[in-house]
């Protein structure tokens, strides 16, 4: 169990990048392999169109243990899978760091919140209401599956850039004599579609696909 291996904390680079071995759930492209996302769509070396990056993705499934007392009122603060939706539980950072950099903390990590270069872990969830319950039956509390969802940009063949993280929670009950849950961990790069919604192309992309729209649009109203 990868839970069992790294105790308490994950570490995402060691666990992702797989440092000397090959996890399971894990395909590993040799650098020489990694193919990035034209942000034209076309890699002109070859003259062949490329929506989808030839790089390295996890799905990751292990057995977890809530290491935070589950009993109601345990705690005068929320815990974290009790939130509200769409909550920003934690941020990462979009660009590797220096172990130096981060030894500095919240001075070095305050004035980035709010910029590119940290994303911030957005918590989601399925119903929590109780199927075997009457309208109004209290939310069920304790989620047995969640999903860490990152998904990153290949820049190049050396660099990757994390552009969106989400914490979603699935499969809920009240039975707080039970501390196991299941998590899983994915890791994706994404194609050009997701990387355009996301703003994550040239500028020069975004002003080509607006003269084509507003082109579009003009002639559909010669049309007309």
Known sequence: ELAGRFDSYIILWDLFES?????????????????????????????????????????????????E????????????WELPEETV???????????????IGDPFFAPMVGTELLTGVNLMMDDRSDPDGGPNAPNLRIPRRVIFQMAYFQESQDKKKLVSADM?????????TNTVYYLMLAFEALGWQDLMNEFQLPYHVYGILYCLIGLGAVGATLVA
Request: glycine share 4%; aromatic share 12%.
């Open 168 to 176: 979603q929670l699935q499969s809920f009950d009240n039975d707080d």
């Open 89 to 103: 539980l934690f941020y990462i950072t979009t660009q590797p760091i220096s172990y130096e950099d981060f030894k």
């Open 19 to 67: 440092p000397g071995e090959l996890r399971e759930g894990c395909e590993m492209v040799p650098r020489e392999e990694v193919k990035i996302v034209p942000p034209l769509i076309v890699d002109f070396d070859t003259l062949e169109p490329r929506f989808d990056p030839v790089a390295d993705s996890c799905q990751l499934i292990t057995k977890c243990h809530f290491e």
């Open 69 to 80: 007392y589950i009993v109601p009122d345990s705690y005068g603060s929320t815990l974290w």
